[in-house]
């Protein structure tokens, strides 16, 4: 553009701004020029917003397979309120607002199952699911939290896809440094507490990882055979730790559950002392609303290792010998007690001949001889090897 | 010939297998005993009554017998042991002869299995001899048993069965010293089972022996050899059992046993004089060593009998 026209223009902005300016009317005090215009604005219309609180359930109890999710519910926007104000057992299931939506691996479909819950604050609520018993071992649960508030807003826990439990199976493994911490074996029922251990800072002297596992009462074997069974069985491991002092042993807390219901208080804590290759008292405390047993190692004086929960006054005799000596046709088997795997259990007839031999946990006698056939009635000579030495008794079969 | 007899009992030890245990416990009568059991087919004296009835027919003179045992000695929590006692009464060689024992097996503090047992025998040579058959002579007997049990269970409670049944014996006795004899035990096979059916398992055994005066080259002196095959309803088992006397007859050195026990015994006999002139005292021993039970000094077994003159 030639410089001849660029002036031109703008010769003619200045006049037409000037002339524009000339229509304004001019504030006579200040001179101060004053536009006026009118601006509107679109305002979107506000939304219901559901928020639910929950710690994620990662594995359920080997033993107890209780699945229960507790948390809270916060509401904001225009609903102040979930669907309905509070739910409890005494309602029709579609009355509620909260919900525990769930499948297995074994489900085609999801399932949904009530929650409890109540108001707590203003747009706060606190929930708890019903009790969902998860029967089968090594299955994966999946789970969400779903809440609806009165307006038809819902909340979603996980905000998208489910919570998968028993990744873990019945085993934690997780590591303490130095510095202390605890590591959990959670219960999967969070109205209770968790099976844990726990360091104070400077017990260890390095970090360590630490393996509590939950023993499966029908498939783990214990430490010994018996036939008075735990009620539940940990083994924390491993069992021999160096600490800077034994004052600073950990102190673990054990789940128990229903397991001694209805009398939560009729239990003694056992550890099984390797060495002398039985299971002794332990002092405990006990929270009966957590449904936990804990036990101060360096009070108690014992080790990591097994610790099971047995009904008190349970007696476990002396000596590896059976309970029961007259098998009647009501009596499925015997247990020769207190063996390990390397001890043997060998029966013999009236005639000092061998009808079974037992190598192997749970160390139990049916009545069956080496070839899976029922012995005679009569009287059998038992004699169990243990490190060793012999000792013998004398079992009856009749019918 | 040897060889086919040791084929048939190498057969016969494979297919044994033991699962003894109602009324089957055999330990009773101490000679027997000593010769591991095999006795089915000597059978000669007041053992007969559990072995073989048939051998009381044969038997001259009274007899009676008297026998404590105590089984798997030193096992901690075992205690058990075996008592017999038996009368033999030959009547005339036509008659036969009568006898009766009693024979107890005890788990001490649990559990309790008797016998009392009457029996009949007799030779049955007169009616063979109307065969016109003398190269063998037969005996043939039948014992009548009446059975009782009792168990004490781990709360004290007794139960108790009963029941009666009886046995059948034959015996047959060649020349050269060789016998055979036949056994068949609990025939009616009662039941015995305090809230089931438990009846006795019915029981045949076979026996071989051989007697000689004098083993040559060896020179054993009244040396018997026997051999039992026990079959009970598809438990088997095989017994041997020798014995010697010596001393003129009147120490005797018996050793015999199964698969899971050896067995050795001694006896000797007493002979009296004056008002008591031809009977006879016999002391026996004999001893048991479990092969496969450990840690136990075995058991013992002894026994007194008086031949009447």
């Not at chain 1, 708890?128 to 819902?154: C, F, M, Q, W």
């Not at chain 1, 008292?281 to 990591?304: P, Y």
């Not at chain 2, 058990?80 to 097996?105: C, Q």
Request: hydrophobic share 40%; charged share 20%; net charge negative.
């Amino acid at each position: 553009m030639s410089k001849k026209l660029f002036f031109t223009i703008l010769i003619v902005m200045q006049i037409c701004g000037l002339a524009y300016a000339a229509t304004l009317t001019p504030d006579p005090e200040h001179r101060i020029v004053r536009f006026s215009a009118e601006v509107s604005f679109y305002t979107a219309p506000e939304i219901s917003v559901v928020n639910i609180f929950h710690k994620p359930i990662e594995r359920v109890s080997v033993n107890m397979r209780t699945l229960v999710a507790v948390g809270t519910i916060t509401l904001s926007g225009p609903s102040a309120n979930l669907k309905s104000l509070v739910y409890d057992e005494s309602k029709d299931l579609s009355e509620s607002a909260v919900y525990l939506e769930y499948y297995t691996d074994e489900d085609t479909a999801p399932v949904k199952t009530p929650a409890l819950y109540r108001k707590t604050a203003p747009r706060t609520y606190v929930f708890e699911t019903v009790p969902l018993l998860t029967t089968k071992k090594n299955i994966y649960t999946h789970y969400r939290i779903i809440a609806i508030s009165d307006d038809g807003t819902i909340g979603y826990y996980p905000k998208s896809g489910y919570i998968d439990t028993e990744h873990d199976g019945h085993t934690r493994v997780g590591s303490i440094n130095s510095g202390g911490g605890i590591r959990i074996l959670q219960s999967g029922d969070q109205r209770r507490g968790d099976t844990s251990v726990q360091f104070v800072n400077g017990a260890l002297m390095s970090n360590v990882n630490f393996i509590i596992r939950e023993l499966y009462t029908d498939v783990d074997p214990l430490p010994v055979s018996h036939s008075i069974k735990p009620l539940i069985t940990y083994h924390f491991a491993p069992e021999n730790i160096s600490l800077k002092d034994n004052s600073l042993k950990p102190v673990i807390s054990i789940y128990y559950g229903d397991a001694p219901a209805p009398d939560f208080n009729n239990i003694e804590v056992k550890w099984f002392n390797i060495n002398r290759r039985k299971w002794e008292n332990v002092s405990f405390s006990n929270n009966t609303d957590l449904r936990t047993a804990t036990v101060n190692l360096a009070a108690a004086g014992t080790d990591l290792g097994y610790y099971a929960i047995f009904t008190k006054g349970s007696n476990l005799d002396e000596g590896f010998g059976p309970d029961q000596r007259v098998l009647t046709p009501q009596d499925s088997k015997i247990t020769f007690k207190s063996l390990r795997d390397g001890d043997t259990v060998r029966i013999y007839n009236a005639r000092g001949k061998v009808v079974k031999n037992i190598t192997a946990y749970p160390f139990e006698w049916d009545k069956r001889d080496n070839n899976g056939n029922f012995v005679e009635t009569g009287s059998y000579i038992y004699q169990i090897k243990v490190d060793g030495k012999t000792t013998s008794g004398t079992i009856v079969i009749v019918r | 010939m040897i060889k086919k007899i040791i084929t048939l009992l190498s057969a016969l030890a494979f297919f044994s297998n033991q699962a003894f245990a109602l009324f089957e416990t055999t330990y009773w009568g101490v000679r027997a005993l000593g010769m591991g059991g095999a006795f089915t087919a000597v059978a000669d004296d007041s053992n007969a009554l559990m072995y073989n009835i048939a051998g009381t027919g044969e038997m001259e003179k009274p007899e009676v017998s008297f026998m404590s045992s105590k089984l798997f000695t030193s096992l901690d929590g075992v205690d058990w042991g075996a008592n017999y006692l038996a009368g033999v009464y030959p009547l005339d060689k036509r008659y036969g002869t009568l006898s009766a024992s009693w024979a107890s097996f005890a788990n001490t503090g649990y559990r309790r299995e008797d016998t009392f047992s009457l029996g009949y025998a007799r030779e049955m040579d007169d009616v063979l001899k109307m065969l016109d058959i003398e190269w063998v002579s037969v005996l043939a007997g039948i014992n009548f048993k009446y059975l009782m049990t009792e168990t004490i269970d781990d709360d004290t409670s007794k139960y108790s069965s009963s029941g009666f049944t009886f046995d059948l014996g034959l015996l047959f006795r060649f020349e050269y010293g060789i016998s055979f004899g036949y056994s068949n035990k609990y025939l009616t096979r009662p039941d015995m089972g305090y809230w089931q059916e438990d009846r006795i398992k019915h029981t045949n055994v076979l026996g071989l022996s051989y007697y000689s005066e004098e083993i040559p080259f060896f020179k054993i002196p009244r040396f018997t050899a026997a051999l039992d095959y026990e079959m009970r309803e598809g438990s088997n088992l095989i017994i041997f059992g020798l014995e010697s006397k010596m001393i003129d007859g009147k120490l005797a050195v018996r050793a015999g046993g199964w698969e899971s026990q050896v067995n050795f015994g001694l006896g000797y006999i007493f002979d009296f004089g004056g008002i008591l002139e031809d009977s006879r005292l016999y002391i026996d021993y004999a001893f048991g060593l479990p092969l496969e039970v450990t840690d136990s000094t075995g058991s013992h077994f002894l026994s007194i009998t008086f031949r009447f003159p």
